[in-house]
């Protein structure tokens, strides 16, 4: 079932992303190409607050809609995915946690990218101030977990990865 890479080229360079072209042999013997968005990984937070859980609401210019989404952000290079999330915590938040426990690591689009996302669950948080980047202007809201299925169930929160997120903390929590 695998596909053996014949070649490679890299076509694009950015500050998040490269694009790359992949031709491949198939498991039939057949030549195909593929396009490969290449990313450094991310992290993504679900901070709760007792019966509270932080969520941003930031506009996102590909899909052009304000949308709700978990903390989240790109691990620099040769970062350690745990320190990535008590990063992007304070800084998208403002608040730094006591405690981040990892709770599993997901592929966001495996059918063109090899973005791999860790997910940490961050308690006992304590305000400290946000720090955002000069191009990221984001609202800060407080809801209850009920509150966020039903906006998941509503189709008003779409993003992915707030989406297995909070499903997450659904089974985390059926489980204590």
Not at 40 to 61: E, N, W
Request: some cysteine; hydrophobic content about 40%.
């Amino acid at each position: 079932m695998e596909e053996i890479t014949k070649s490679s080229q890299t076509i694009f360079k950015g500050k998040i992303i490269n694009l790359r072209i992949d031709e491949v042999i198939l498991p039939n013997g057949k030549i195909s190409t593929r396009e490969v968005v290449e990313h450094p990984g991310a992290v993504v937070i679900i901070p709760c607050l007792k019966d509270k859980i932080v969520v941003l609401r930031q506009y996102r210019k590909p899909v052009e809609e304000v949308l709700f989404e978990l903390p989240a952000g790109k691990i620099e290079q040769g970062e350690d995915p745990l320190k990535s999330a008590a990063r992007e915590l304070f800084e998208e938040t403002g608040y730094q946690a006591e405690k981040l426990i990892k709770l599993t690591t997901f592929y966001t689009s495996p059918g063109f990218s090899n973005e791999i996302m860790h997910l940490f669950l961050a308690q006992e948080l304590h305000m400290e101030h946000q720090q955002l980047d000069q191009d990221e202007f984001l609202e800060v809201g407080l809801y209850s977990l009920d509150e966020l299925i039903s906006m998941i169930l509503e189709n008003k929160i779409k993003d992915a990865k707030t989406i297995v997120g909070l499903f997450w903390l659904k089974m985390f929590k059926a489980g204590e």
